[in-house]
């Protein structure tokens, strides 16, 4: 009995968050950085199993593994640098925390049949709406032409007295049956007064009829109800089906393709045949960004800033030149293994139970909101140089592929060119290639890598025109990558999920760790085909744990430790700085208006918010540390300014003697300021005052006694009784007497009193 899901493949878990160098938007090929090196790294490959990498150019060598033909008819076999590129950016990628960018805006269809498998008839209730249709493509986009009337159906032994091919019913794909029935041309049909075309759709279990599609109605069409979005699920939905790029062909000449289709209000879903693929909810777009948000304004990855990229607005040359990796010695045809021959399939990222990330039952699948993808996936590595037998499918001729791998056992010597590259970026090369020198990891490449084939292991590897030691580089690497993953993931990079997962896929299997899932009529009942059994019995792919090698010592992991706090402090400071800009920007117009009170009031607030969130706040104090002196300096000057003025004030009444100080009218009134004694009396005391004297000269003496003689005959009411006190006893003499002596007093009084 089965009891666990089996594949040759398990994904690396999607990570969260995405490391993007703070360097990277300074790259560059013309400006250097400061530590920026240039050099060469040397790597011998050996394959550990058969190899295939094939020749695509079309040539009758095209089963080969890409190849030069030497005058003997032997064969140097070498693996394209284009392929060593891709797999090396790949691992760069997870092991960096890369983004997963490559699946694009794909959609998958389904066909979910109401039976005791499932647990709703969504889909039933789907097809019950199917129209159809004839689809044509133009400069304008595309057309969805509405037919006449309602398709029908026609028996298979009615369109073999049609078809070009009596036997079209033996092919398996929808596009080869009409190609037999008719070179695609739908050939007209009538019946009951109708003239219909020809559809033949796929081949299936106990399938009686085609159908019948009416011909178009020239005055009924959707020009502009066919979004991007229906063409764009139609295209992906379909992609992976045998012949669907001829159909696309049709459409990009201007020819039209007989299509099913649902209307959902304005929108519209496209498909082929009655029973039609469905697109699911969601994209795998969709599903990545429910992990990882994309976020392009935040910069690009490692892998991006080491090897390029290209974009609609821009683009980046890399700074990594990958060259072939060329065998040690040719060979001869006999030294290969034996041909070998199979199906060798394409991925079924439709296959919900696997490439959708599963908790428990029921199953997530493309429409469930939320759904998350398994993550990056990778080709689990067979025991040894074993491999596994090509899985032979129908016996259709056309399904199989032919292969001539290199036997095992070969080396194979490249050259990797590095220009202008930091130390960390260096290591993070040297990483991918080694997996870290962790212990029993392998690479694979090439065709077949599902069934053991294209096992690779790096045999040799040194640095040329470098600064530092391989072990060096890998340690700044394991250093950066540390410092990112102990913020976001809160451990070590060799400890994360993310890169233990990689190591543990890229590590050795043996048996049911391997093996395909299979549709087999000779196995039980209810395993006849696995994939349909395990999406209604849940299971998911395992794998057990690797401990990665690292380069870290305990004095690196306690000063990393140091360091993310640093960083942390910096990032909560950052966002508290960023929350709060407005209260900065009106702190600093108070500062810049003079308004320093104000200011401070502002960031004695802002620092207390910061002590209460435990945000560093050392330079908000250093801040206001300076605006106090600012302060400080300012009052400083006003008390300055004040001083000079009064100084200047003091200097313009002296100017004008005694006479100007006592003596001023009021120009409004023509009235004396003085016009009492103890007006006088303080008036004098000021005189002294600003003059720095204690007594008055003869001339201010005069004044004082015209000024005197003015008040005796101009008395105050307040005042009267004053005056008129004997001499002896007489305050307002008295003080008279301090100013002028006793002498000049007494005088005074003679001559006023008589």
């Known amino acids: 009995m089965v009891n666990k899901i089996s594949a040759p493949y398990n994904f690396v878990p999607l990570n969260e968050f995405v490391f993007v160098p703070d360097w990277g938007g300074e790259v560059s090929q013309d400006i250097p950085f400061a530590d920026g090196e240039d050099g060469y790294i040397e790597v011998t490959w050996k394959n550990v199993s ?4 094939r020749d695509a150019s079309g040539t009758d060598d095209k089963n080969y593994s890409m190849h030069v033909k030497m005058s003997d008819g032997s064969r140097l076999y070498f693996i394209p640098g284009s392929s060593l590129r891709g797999m090396l950016r790949n691992t760069l990628s997870v092991m960096s925390f890369g983004r997963l960018t490559q699946y ?3 959609y998958f269809g389904h066909r979910e049949f109401h039976t005791k498998k499932t647990d709703n008839n969504e889909y039933q209730n789907q097809m019950s709406k199917v129209r159809y249709g004839w689809l044509e493509g133009d400069y304008d986009g595309y057309k969805l032409y509405m037919c006449l009337g309602e398709a029908d159906k026609i028996s298979i032994q009615k369109v073999r007295e049609i078809a070009l091919d009596r036997e079209y019913d033996k092919y398996k794909y929808a596009w080869e049956r009409n190609q037999a029935i008719g070179n695609n041309t739908f050939p007209k049909k009538e019946k009951d007064g109708i003239v219909y075309r020809v559809f033949a759709t796929g081949q299936m279990h106990n399938k009686n009829n085609e159908l019948l599609i009416p011909e178009a109605d020239e005055n009924s069409f959707v020009r502009f ?14 992609s992976n089906t045998s012949g669907f790029e001829n159909y696309r062909a049709m459409l990009e000449c201007g020819k039209r393709i007989p299509v099913s289709f649902i209307k959902d209000g304005s929108h519209y879903v496209l498909g082929m045949g009655r029973m039609m693929r469905y697109p699911h909810k969601y994209s795998v777009a969709d599903l990545i960004e429910n992990v990882q948000k994309r976020d392009d304004a935040a910069g690009r990855d490692l892998a991006d800033v080491i090897f390029g990229w290209v974009d609609r607005d821009r683009s980046l040359k890399g700074r990594v030149q990958i060259g072939n ?14 041909e070998v021959s199979g199906v060798l399939g394409t991925p079924k990222p439709s296959f919900y139970p696997l490439y959708l990330k599963q908790d428990e039952k029921p199953y997530k699948t493309y429409s469930t909101e939320g759904a998350t993808i398994s993550g990056t996936k990778r080709y689990r590595i067979h025991k040894g140089a074993s491999v596994t037998t090509l899985p032979q499918g129908n016996g259709n001729i056309k399904t ?13 010597k490249m050259r990797i060119v590095v220009h202008n590259m930091r130390k960390m970026e260096i290591g993070a090369l040297l990483s991918a290639i080694t997996f870290n020198h962790t212990q029993g990891t392998y690479h694979n490449i090439g065709s077949a890598k599902g069934f053991g084939y294209g096992k690779m292991e790096c045999a040799d590897l040194s640095l040329h025109g470098f600064a530092f030691s391989e072990e060096e580089y890998l340690k700044a690497f394991e250093y950066e990558m540390s410092l990112f993953t102990k913020a976001k993931y809160s451990c070590l990079w060799s400890e994360t999920t993310q890169v233990k997962s990689l190591v543990a896929i890229m590590s050795e299997h043996e048996g049911n760790d391997v093996r395909m899932m299979e549709m087999d009529k000779n196995r039980p009942p209810l395993q006849k085909n696995e994939y349909e059994y395990y999406k209604t019995n849940f299971s998911k792919l395992e794998e057990t744990d690797k401990n990665v090698a690292t380069y870290l010592n305990d004095d690196d992991v306690a000063g990393l430790e140091e360091s993310v706090k640093r960083v942390e402090t910096a990032k909560l400071r950052k966002r508290f700085v960023v929350e709060n800009a407005k209260i900065y920007d009106d702190i600093k117009a108070d500062v810049k208006s003079g308004n320093f009170q104000s200011a401070i009031e502002s960031l004695d607030r802002l620092i207390n918010d910061m002590l209460i969130q435990g945000v560093d706040k050392s330079d908000e104090e250093t801040w206001r540390t300076d605006i106090v002196e ?6 400083a000057e006003e008390t300055q300014k004040k001083v000079e003025a009064l100084n200047e004030k003091n200097k313009q009444q002296l100017s004008g003697g005694l006479a100007n100080f006592i003596e001023e009218k009021n120009p409004l009134t023509d009235k004396y300021k003085v016009d009492k004694w103890k007006t006088c009396d303080s008036k004098i005391k000021q005189w002294l005052k600003k003059k720095s004297t204690s ?49 000049r007093a007494m005088s005074l009084y003679k001559s006023m009193e008589g």
């Open 50 to 53: 058969p190899l295939c990498v």
């Open 104 to 106: 694009g805006n794909k």
């Open 225 to 238: 109800g066919i979004d991007d979005e229906a063409i764009t699920s139609f295209f992906t939905v379909y």
């Open 325 to 338: 990796a060329f065998a040690s010695r040719p060979l001869m045809d006999e030294e290969l293994c034996a």
């Open 400 to 412: 199989m592929s032919q292969i001539n791998p290199v036997p095992a056992g070969q080396t194979f």
């Open 630 to 635: 600012k302060q400080k300096a300012k009052e």
């Open 695 to 743: 007594s008055l000269d003869d001339d201010e003496k005069q004044t004082l006694e015209k000024t005197i003689r003015r008040l005796y005959v101009e008395q105050d009411r307040s005042e009267k009784k004053d005056w008129k006190v004997e001499y002896d006893k007489n305050k307002i003499w008295k003080a008279i007497r301090g100013y002028l002596g006793e002498e």
